[in-house]
Structures are given as structure tokens and as C-alpha cells.
């Protein structure tokens, strides 16, 4: 589905919503400000999706969009390993940058996630009047483009391109960067973009 500049511009600010609520969110938990850039909104074949999301070794906490559309996309709370590792440290008073990750981190990650994309979708679906739930979050600690890839191939749609709707988080004081990273399905955009017009030009 190709979006007008209007549509982008809509679903962009739609993002900035959302974000603004998870970076709220996160700045809490960690009692740092927590700073957000404008929300990207990327259409990329999935041959080349490797370009966009890179190979290095990440954290991703990953909620199936659910509610008035049964099986929407995805969300996913992305954090580099060594800002997972940054931000377990904080959370649970430890100091070691290069330790491995064990239950607790992962526990930990997996909360973090869950209210982050919790706050996204709750702000989102408020604008829209619309219903959408995370579903029970699953954590993958691997090569982001590899987890991306996976994610790809479980869509209910076949896809030659995916929309990566994408919004950096970034807490200075403990060096953590996140992304906010949602891959909609075809119906669920549909969904987005008519609500968005609806909101834009009430009749």
C-alpha cells in the first residue's frame, strides 16, 4: 500500500504519539530523561531489509498486534545488546558492561518491553478509537536482521515489502538506545490510514 505525503505525514505524527507515551514510560523506570527523534516511516523490499536493520547482536521483545484486527503486525522494542546489558544493570543495581544475560535480564527486558509497547499502543489506539492490544510479549536475543527475517515469514500476509515504522529512543546518562519498530500488516495500515483521514477531515 503507497501512502500519499499527507498519509505519511499523519501516521508519522500518529508515531510521535505513541513514542512520546513509551519514552514517558521509560524515563520513569529509569528516572533519566529519555529523548525521542521523529518517527521514520520506511517502506523496504524484504530482500534488502538487512540494509535498514543491520547484523549486530540485539534484544527484541516482540507483541503481535491484536484487538479489532485479530493478527495486525507486529511491535517490537528494540535494544542493542550492549544497551540491554546497560539497561539490565540499571534496573537491577549491577555494574558489569560485559557480563552475559541470564534469566533475570531477560525477565527484566521482557517488562521493559511490555510497558513500552503497552504505552505506545494505548496512546495510538486512543487517538484512532480503535482496539489494539500487544499480545503476551516473546524475547529473541539474536542478529536483529535475522529475528526480523523470522518475523517476516510468521506475517499472515505474503509481502514482498515491509513497512518499518520506527522511533529512537535514546537515554544519555546510561548510554541506551532503543527503537520502537512496528511492521503492520496490509489490513491494519488500511485501518491507520482510513481513521487518520476520518480524524483529519471529520464530515
Known sequence: MKLSAVQVDAMQELGNIGAAHAATTLSQMLSSTVEMSVPKIKVVDVAQLADYIGDEPAALVVFELQ???????YII?????KSAVRLTNTMLGLTDP?????????SALLEVGNIMASAFLDATAELLGFIMLPSPPALTIDMAHAAMQSLIAQMQEEIDEVMLFSTELVCEEHRIDSDIIMMPEASMLKTFVE?????MNPS
Open 67 to 73: 484487538g479489532e484486527i485479530p493478527h495486525g503486525g
Open 77 to 81: 522494542v528494540y535494544i542493542s545488546r
Open 98 to 106: 560485559d557480563r552475559p544475560l541470564n534469566e533475570m535480564d531477560e
Open 195 to 199: 481513521r487518520l483521514e476520518n480524524l
